[in-house]
C-alpha cells in the first residue's frame, strides 16, 4: 500500500487542472485511503498570516459543521502543526502528552482523531488537516508517508504560484510591447510625415486656393459650382489630415501654461454649437466650480476635446445627449465626455487608438490618435467606458498644477 | 501708394496664388523663387514686408530671415510653412508672424494688414 497513493498524489497534483481542483482530489484520495471521515486542505495567506480552507472531502456532515473556514497562525491544530514544523497527532481517548486538552480547536470538536501537517518547504504554503470520528492510530510508516504527501502538496503550490506569476509577468511584458509598438508606430508616422507634411501641404494649397478663387470669382455653370465646391471641401479634409499627422512629428512644441479646464471646454463647447442645433444633440454642462489651474497646452488640448467632440456628434447622427463633466479628484482634473450614440464595437475597441484605424467612411483615422498622444504628452490618462447599445463615455485626466492651484487660491483671496 | 510685399517661396504654384489673392487686397506683391533672390532683391528695391517660406533648397527661410534682421531690423517678415512646430524653434523668434500654410489665406492676410497698419501708426 502506501507507495501507491503517494503515485496517484504525484499524479493529481501535477495535473493540469486548477490548484482547487487538484487539491481536492488530493484530499479526497486521503480522506478515503487513510480512512479519514475528513480531510480539509489549508492555505496559508502570506500578507494576511492566516489560514484560509481550500478544499475539503470525506464526511459530508462534518465538513459542513466541523470545518472551520480559517485558522489564525497561532490557532489551533493547524497553529501547532505551523509552529513546530512537523505533523501533529492527537486523540481524545489517548492524550499525547495531554494535547488534546491543552489545544483549543473548535474544528476537532466531536472528532476523536487528529492528524494535521504543515505544507511547507522553506516557505509555509497551509496545512493539511485528516480528523476521524473514532479512535485511529496511524502507523509510523503511514505518518512518514504523511509527511511526504504534504511536502509534495507544498512543490505542487509552489510551482502554481511560480505559474500564476509568470503569466502574470507574461501579460505585463505583452501589454508593455503593444505600447511599444504603439509608440514605434507614432515615431515611424512622425518621421514620414515630417518628409511628407512640406510636399504635400504646397501642392494642396495651391488645388485649393485656386479652387476657392474660381468658386468666388468666376461665373460658373451651377453644375461647375458644386464640382469646384467639392474640390474646395477635399482640399480642407486632406489638409486637416496633414495637420494630423504633422501632429505626431512635432512632440516637444508644447507650450505649458495655467489653465481653466472649465474655460476650455466652454470654447470647445461653443465651437460645435452649429453642430449640436444640426444634429439635434443636448448638451448637458456639469461643469465644478471648485476646478484649480492645470497646466497644459491650451491649443492642444483644446484640439484632444475637440477630436472626441466631432466624434461623438458622428456617434449622434439621429440625435442625442452630450455630457460634459468636469470635476477636481485629489491630484487630477477629471473631464468626462459622454454620448448616447450607441457605444464602440467590443471587436474594434482595441483599435481606436490607433493612428489611421477607421470605421468611418471619411474619418482620417487620426482623430483619438491625437487625442491619446495630446493627453498622454500632458502625463494624463484617458480611459474609456463603453456601454454597448447605449454609449460612450471618454474620461481624461490630468494632473493638476501646483503652482496654478496656489494662484487661483491667491486670486479668491483678493476677490 | 500700394504697400510693397515680397513673397519668397520655391513652388511656382504658391507663388501664383499668393500673388492673385494678395494683389485682389490691394497690395504690389512681388515674387522671389529662393532666398538668394530675395536677398538681391530686397538690395535693389525697398519694401514693406516680406512673406517667407521656410523650408527651401540652397538658403532656407530661417537663414534668410537672420540676413534680413542683420541688414534691415525693421522690415517685418511673416515666416509661412507647413509646420507648425516651427513655432517654438529659436531661428524663427526674430520674425514678426508666423503662419501655417493653408489654402485658406484668411490668417496670411489678416496677419499682413495688422502688421502694416500697426507700421503706419
Known sequence: ?415 | MNEKILVVDDEEGIRLLYKEELMDEGLDVHLAASGEEALAKLEKDKFDLVVLDIKMPGMDGIEVLRRIKEKWKNLPVILSTAYHHYKQEFGTWASDAYVVKSSDLKELKTTIKDILNTGKR
Open chain 1, 1 to 415: 500500500m502506501g507507495y501507491d497513493i503517494l503515485v496517484k498524489v504525484i499524479e493529481l497534483t501535477d495535473s493540469e487542472e486548477a490548484l482547487e481542483k487538484r487539491l481536492e482530489g488530493v484530499a479526497r484520495l486521503l480522506s478515503g485511503s487513510f480512512a479519514f471521515d475528513q480531510c480539509a486542505i489549508y492555505l496559508f495567506d502570506q500578507d494576511k498570516k492566516i489560514l484560509n480552507l481550500a478544499v475539503t472531502a470525506g464526511d459530508k456532515r462534518s465538513a459542513g459543521g466541523g470545518c472551520q473556514k480559517a485558522y489564525k497562525e497561532n490557532e489551533g491544530f493547524p497553529g501547532l502543526a505551523i509552529k513546530k514544523g512537523r505533523p501533529v497527532f492527537a486523540s481524545r481517548s489517548k492524550p499525547a502528552k495531554g494535547l488534546w486538552q491543552k489545544v483549543p480547536d473548535k474544528g476537532a470538536n466531536g472528532f476523536a482523531t487528529i492528524a494535521c501537517c504543515p505544507i511547507k518547504d522553506d516557505l509555509l504554503y497551509g496545512v493539511l488537516y485528516l480528523k476521524n470520528k473514532r479512535e485511529k492510530t496511524l502507523s509510523p510508516i503511514q505518518k512518514k508517508l504523511f509527511s511526504v504527501i504534504a511536502l509534495q502538496l507544498a512543490t505542487a503550490i509552489k510551482h502554481y504560484e511560480y505559474i500564476v506569476n509568470l503569466t502574470d509577468a507574461n501579460t505585463r511584458m505583452k501589454d508593455m510591447q503593444a505600447r511599444l509598438v504603439h509608440a514605434e508606430k507614432l515615431l515611424a508616422l512622425g518621421e514620414m510625415a515630417a518628409t511628407l507634411a512640406h510636399e504635400i501641404r504646397n501642392p494642396l494649397m495651391s488645388i485649393g486656393g485656386f479652387a476657392k478663387r474660381l468658386h468666388q470669382q468666376t461665373i460658373l455653370d451651377p453644375s461647375h459650382v458644386i464640382y469646384v465646391e467639392r474640390i474646395v471641401k477635399e482640399v480642407e479634409r486632406l489638409e486637416k489630415l496633414m495637420d494630423g499627422i504633422v501632429h505626431f512629428s512635432s512632440k516637444s512644441g508644447y507650450e505649458f501654461l495655467s489653465e481653466d479646464i472649465n474655460k476650455i471646454m466652454e470654447e470647445v463647447i461653443q465651437f460645435f454649437e452649429d453642430d449640436f442645433r444640426r444634429n439635434r444633440i443636448d448638451v448637458i454642462k456639469d461643469l465644478s466650480l471648485d476646478m484649480p489651474m492645470v497646466k497644459v497646452d491650451r491649443q492642444q488640448v483644446k484640439l484632444a476635446f475637440n477630436n472626441l467632440m466631432a466624434n461623438a456628434i458622428q456617434a449622434m447622427g439621429d440625435g442625442g445627449t452630450l455630457t460634459i463633466k468636469t470635476r477636481h479628484k485629489d491630484k487630477w482634473i477629471v473631464t468626462e465626455v459622454s454620448d448616447t450614440g450607441g457605444g464602440i464595437a467590443p471587436e474594434i475597441m482595441g483599435n481606436i487608438f490607433n493612428p489611421f484605424y477607421t470605421t468611418k467612411e471619411t474619418g482620417t483615422g487620426l482623430g483619438l490618435a491625437i487625442t491619446h498622444s495630446i493627453i498622454t504628452n500632458h502625463k494624463g490618462i484617458i480611459e474609456v467606458n463603453n456601454n454597448m447599445g447605449i454609449g460612450v463615455t471618454f474620461t481624461i485626466k490630468l494632473p493638476v498644477a501646483i503652482t496654478g492651484k496656489l494662484l487661483t487660491g491667491l486670486k479668491r483671496r483678493t476677490l
